[in-house]
């Protein structure tokens, strides 16, 4: 960028575009610090020949009691400028304070506008002409132009927050004037939110695939899990069955050995009844130790 370029442009405070970007905005119209006494010379040289250079005129004491609080007033507000040029403005205005505030407010801001661009000036006069900067933006391997507006894959973006400092810092040295810079700044805005959003997409599309590996890892164990239930309801389911059947044999072999108990009892009863009908027999045989050969 030359030093022509940005010197001899002006951009006005009041451009529609201006409330586009507050920060830039407030950037180059925020109250500068005091600066070089030759560029306050100048300063308070232009304001002086703005607002004329008639003597002020001698006023009633009512009048001038009230002057001298709005004077007062203006010097609370505008510390850093100087009291002729306080008076001047108060004159121009017809004695109105709001008038002057007003009329003040511009001037600080035309004078801030004056020194920042006088700094751009002198650090472009001091920078040598063989600075790596580039001329239409940041330069990468190889020479190739990065800048801004070449900036479309989202590959080649900035990675980290000092390289969209850089960045952005270079499409400001390289703007012209005020409306180039305001375009420059929203380009890199633009770029930085696509950043934003594809990292934040990047970051999203992981942690999703990272629960879905989990989730999968999860359902497999639960998979491994149900087979083993099954594995152990049948071998269950087998032994119940098995229980079961070992049950009723248990049943069916209690039943028969009720049936040989009471078998055994009739037989017993039978043995008993033929015993006493044995020795019956015996008692009433006529003839001693010879037994009825139907017996034996």
């Known amino acids: 960028m030359s030093a022509a370029?940005?010197?001899?442009?002006?951009?006005?405070?009041?451009s529609p575009s201006s409330s586009s970007y507050p920060f830039f905005d407030e950037l180059l119209f925020?109250?500068?610090?005091?600066?070089p006494k030759r560029l306050r010379r100048a300063a308070a040289a232009s304001a002086a020949a703005?607002?004329?250079?008639?003597p002020p005129q001698s006023l009633p004491s009512p009048v001038a009691d009230r002057r001298e609080s709005d004077l007062a007033q203006l010097r609370s507000l505008f510390p850093q400028m100087d009291q002729q040029i306080l008076e001047r403005a108060l004159e121009e205005s017809g004695n109105d304070l709001d008038?002057?505030?007003r009329s003040l407010h511009d001037l600080r801001?035309?004078?801030a506008e004056i020194i920042l661009r006088s700094a751009v000036c002198s650090s472009e006069n001091e920078m040598p002409n063989n600075s790596p900067v580039a001329t239409e933006g940041i330069s990468a391997n190889n020479g190739v132009d990065v800048g801004a507006e070449n900036l479309q894959n989202i590959e080649d973006l900035p990675?980290?927050?000092s390289e969209w400092v850089e960045l952005l810092v270079r499409e400001m040295m390289n703007a012209s004037n005020m409306d180039d810079a305001r375009a420059r700044a929203s380009r890199v805005l633009d770029l930085l939110e696509k950043s934003i959003v594809a990292r934040a997409g990047t970051e999203l599309?992981?942690?999703s695939h990272k629960e879905n590996m989990v989730l999968k890892e999860q359902a497999e164990e639960l998979l491994r899990q149900n087979a083993v239930l099954r594995r152990a309801v049948a071998i269950q389911h087998e032994r119940h069955k098995d229980y079961d059947e070992r049950n009723q044999e248990l049943q069916q072999l209690k039943q028969l050995v009720s049936q040989y108990q009471e078998q055994i009892k009739t037989l017993e009863v039978n043995n008993y009844a033929l015993g006493v009908h044995l020795r019956q027999a015996q008692q009433s045989s006529s003839i001693p130790g010879c037994f009825h050969p139907d017996v034996f």
């Open 5 to 14: 370029a940005v010197c001899g442009k002006r951009s006005s405070p009041s």
């Open 30 to 35: 925020h109250t500068p610090p005091p600066a």
């Open 50 to 54: 703005a607002f004329g250079s008639s």
């Open 99 to 101: 008038v002057a505030i």
């Open 109 to 111: 801001l035309q004078s």
């Open 159 to 161: 990675k980290d927050g």
């Open 205 to 207: 599309m992981q942690s």
